[in-house]
């Protein structure tokens, strides 16, 4: 079981060193909060540009990507918009994430899927992709009341974005469930059964097991089963959520259901994972052709 | 190691047979070494897994393995650690 192959494209963004250390990211939140989100806006024009000519693997990613996803060759133009809003939902999370919703105008459509799940009791999974902001979808907690979402994500990304969450707002850490440990997703288990709305980013693995190839943007890609396979464990909703960003502060945020709760295991476990997985990646698909900037994977996805 | 390593209890059989069912692996259940490590060396098992395993052991044994345990290290540290916990406590022992 552990000599499991990782495709090369997997890897990459895990062994890519991460931009900026927890020092900086502080500085840069510290700078953002005074100077408030208009001006913090202005310089990301020269830092993207900085960005679009230093990083030639992410640049190629980009061209790669919005080549697929606008239907035509990418021009640099097309890549420096795709910095730009990737750099601004960077920007925004830290505004966000300190509850200064002002800067934004967000509208919601589907939190009614959301209030019947909480309702009827036990969580349900919200599985997001590297699209758009999480943060933007996280704000509809604060909407009707204080729900409590969790994050799931690999350990290694835990633990920068705990130590950077709790740099921004020291309350957050503990929304972080990072998979190092072998109890993990047994933990993910108790916080459903107690209500818990449970994020994760299921387009991507870094360790690469367990991968299953799909039609993607006209290719196939390489999806992890792992989420899915998880969901059809704990029978919980699963719900497609996303935070579109079309620029000038405003967000578009969208729950839709990928497959409601079910009490027994389904009677072929691969079919449901299949479907879920088909249902999750054409919804991916359709919301890259609709916002194709909000796109947030840089590295050979297609790999 | 193996020289060293005393052979599987009947409750470890017993655990063992249904880890190895449960998650379909290759490794005969009376191979595994009780005292080899479930996680990377040993037997490669990772969290999906040991989900798998809480889910069933709940089902087969009435016994809850619980996230927030500040002993879960040594309790899936090795089939031997994990069959004890298990047996210790059981709702029918």
Redesign the interface.
């Known amino acids: 079981m552990s000599g499991r192959s990782s495709p090369a494209g997997a890897q990459e963004w895990v062994a890519r060193p991460e931009r900026g250390s927890l020092a900086s990211i502080k500085i840069g939140v510290w700078i953002a909060l005074r100077l408030g989100r208009r001006l913090g806006q202005l310089f990301l024009y020269p830092v993207c540009l900085y960005f679009l000519f230093s990083s030639p693997a992410a640049l190629r990613a980009s061209r790669d990507y919005l080549g697929r996803a606008l239907g035509q060759r990418a021009g640099w133009r097309d890549c420096y918009r795709h910095f730009l809003i990737f750099g601004s939902c960077v920007l925004d999370r830290v505004f966000l994430l300190n509850e200064q919703d002002h800067w934004f105008d967000i509208t919601v459509t589907g939190d009614d899927l959301l209030r019947q799940i909480d309702q009827q009791g036990g969580g349900c999974l919200l599985f997001g992709a590297h699209f758009g902001s999480f943060e933007a979808a996280r704000t509809v907690r604060r909407r009707y009341r204080d729900l409590p979402v969790s994050l799931l994500m690999y350990e290694e990304n835990a633990k920068k974005i705990r130590a950077a969450l709790g740099a921004i707002n020291p309350r957050l850490e503990t929304e972080v469930i990072g998979l190092g440990r072998l109890d993990s997703l047994i933990a993910v288990a108790e916080r459903l059964r107690a209500g818990h709305f449970v994020g994760v980013l299921a387009d991507r693995n870094p360790d690469g097991r367990d991968m299953v190839r799909l039609p993607f943007l006209g290719t196939e890609a390489a999806f992890p089963q792992g989420p899915f396979k998880v969901a059809m464990m704990l029978g919980r909703p699963v719900v497609m959520m996303a935070g579109l960003y079309h620029g000038k502060g405003r967000y578009e945020v969208r729950f839709e259901l990928l497959a409601p709760a079910h009490e027994r295991r389904p009677a072929n476990p691969k079919a449901w994972m299949d479907e879920t997985m088909r249902l999750y990646v054409a919804k991916l698909e359709a919301l890259c052709r609709e916002a194709p900037h909000n796109w947030f994977n840089f590295y050979e996805f297609w790999a | 190691m193996t020289s060293t390593t005393l052979p599987q209890s009947f409750d470890e059989a017993e655990l063992a047979n249904l880890i190895t069912s449960t998650l379909n692996?290759?490794t005969a259940a009376a191979e595994i070494d009780p005292d080899a490590p479930?996680?990377?060396?040993g037997?490669?098992?990772?969290?999906?897994d040991?989900?798998?395993i809480?889910?069933v052991v709940a089902q087969r044994y009435g016994v809850k393995?619980?996230?927030?345990?500040e002993n879960?290290q040594s309790i899936?540290k090795s089939l031997r650690t994990l069959s004890a916990h298990i047996q210790a406590h059981r709702a029918s022992a």
């Open positions: 692996l290759d479930l996680h990377g060396e037997l490669g098992l990772d969290s999906i040991m989900l798998e809480s889910l393995l619980r996230a927030d345990d879960n899936f």
